[in-house]
């Protein structure tokens, strides 16, 4: 079945997909607008599926983007539980698991990333789960909720960590088994990391660095534990797998698009189909205040660059360069990132305030330009720190180093 009335159309049904709805709207873009998600269920916003949500906080109603009457009302053509299997530039044709194909004037391909299953031997056994979706979360709960289990968790990056916080708030005895020498040493570095590994460890979680981890070990199909390189065994009722994600490129490279660690597209979102954006975890997005594409899996990402890909796609001219965001929540620890990690990668960081009471700001030089910061329980400095980034004024590390200084004279702006 062909459906022939040109559309817009986005592919993928989470935030950055649906931010791009909103945006497209907020365009003035009056035609047909539709929004192909592979799950059952509207767009909803996944970092609370490690945090809040998962640790028992959040309602399921609290990670919706929009009500459902909201895409009703702003004559968003949902089409849940499909999947776009066929992208064809050439015919501008997009075929459904259904067999539906969906004529489009302009596609938006924000199919996100999966997580990275374990390699190793034992990864299909029960009680492996991996966390993407919200059906993820709510099983992981449900299992975590009753506490007194043994959590075996591979991988100490950010799902990692959040998921490692939620279960000791449970009251579940949990271990992390990390390939580097400190927790989220390739997104942070070895001494912002070690304030991550202190906090954990203070809060009872077993935290084994520089250890990989040979096979997932089971017993009548159900994983019991960890067997790690050297012979030692975990054991485990339950094992997480966060290991990172996959970009879900697959849709882009059947079509002849340019992929290079994700969809390559120019500062508006278009990939080397003009009539074809990307955006989102999948995308590969060239910023030109970096100068260089970078392919950005947080949240902030998907809020700001869905935004901005719908007004794109709707035919508005725009440069995106918004800076990189995230946020995490473990314990009494809050903490807001902003900054380019590649600028930002092997360099020390300078630390502002009381960095063993956990609540200072982190700065990363390059030539002598800030070019990351890491706000840690402290609060209404995000904004500023951005700024000090865009200004790429020159600053003296002991002055940005000193509290007394404000930050706002450091980067040239109103206090």
Not at 111 to 122: H, K, Q, V
Not at 263 to 280: E, I, K, M
Not at 376 to 398: E, K, M
């Amino acid at each position: 079945m062909t459906e022939s009335e040109r559309s817009l159309v986005i592919i993928g049904g989470g935030l950055a997909g649906a931010r791009a709805a909103e945006g497209a709207r907020k365009a003035g873009y009056d035609g047909p607008l539709v929004l192909v998600g592979a799950e059952a269920v509207p767009p909803y916003i996944r970092p609370p599926l490690s945090k809040e949500f998962l640790a028992g906080k959040d309602d399921r109603d609290a990670i919706d983007v929009h009500k459902r009457a909201w895409y009703d009302e702003h004559r968003v053509e949902l089409r849940l539980g499909r999947r776009a299997e066929r992208l064809d530039p050439g015919a501008h044709l997009i075929t459904l698991d259904d067999g539906t194909e969906l004529s489009y004037e302009r596609a938006l391909l924000a199919t996100g990333a999966s997580p990275r299953p374990f390699g190793g031997p034992g990864g299909d056994l029960d009680g492996v789960r991996l966390l993407r979706t919200v059906d993820d979360s709510i099983a992981l709960r449900a299992a975590l909720e009753p506490g007194g289990r043994r959590v075996a968790i591979i991988g100490a990056g950010w799902i990692g960590l959040e998921v490692a916080a939620a279960a000791r708030g449970y009251g579940n005895d949990v271990t992390v088994i990390g390939l580097e020498s400190v927790p989220l040493n390739g997104a942070i570095g070895d001494d912002a990391g070690a304030v991550f590994a202190s906090l954990h460890r203070e809060h009872g979680v077993d935290l084994r660095m520089s250890t990989s981890v040979a096979r997932i070990v089971g017993e009548g199909g159900r994983a019991t534990g960890l067997e790690l390189e050297g012979g030692d065994v975990v054991e485990a009722d339950l094992v997480v797998v966060g290991i990172g994600a996959i970009p879900r490129t697959e849709l882009a490279e059947a079509a002849g698009l340019d992929v290079d660690g994700g969809v390559v597209t120019d500062a508006a979102f278009r990939t080397s189909d003009p009539d074809v954006l990307a955006v989102g975890d999948v995308a590969s997005v060239y910023l030109p205040f970096l100068g260089t594409h970078l392919r950005t899996e947080h949240w902030a990402n998907a809020e700001h660059a869905g935004k901005a890909a719908g007004r794109s796609l709707a035919g508005e001219p725009i440069e995106y360069d918004e800076i990189p965001y995230f946020y995490t929540d473990q314990y009494d620890l809050g903490m807001e990132y902003s900054g380019y990690g590649p600028l930002a990668s092997g360099v020390a960081p300078i630390f502002r305030g009381d960095r063993e009471g956990r609540r200072f700001v982190a700065f990363w030089l390059n030539d002598d330009r800030v070019v990351a910061g890491m706000n840690v329980n402290v609060w209404d400095v995000n904004d500023t720190v951005q700024q000090l980034i865009r200004s790429r004024a020159v600053v003296d590390p002991t002055r940005l180093a000193d509290p007394a200084v404000p930050l706002e004279a450091l980067a040239g702006v109103a206090g």
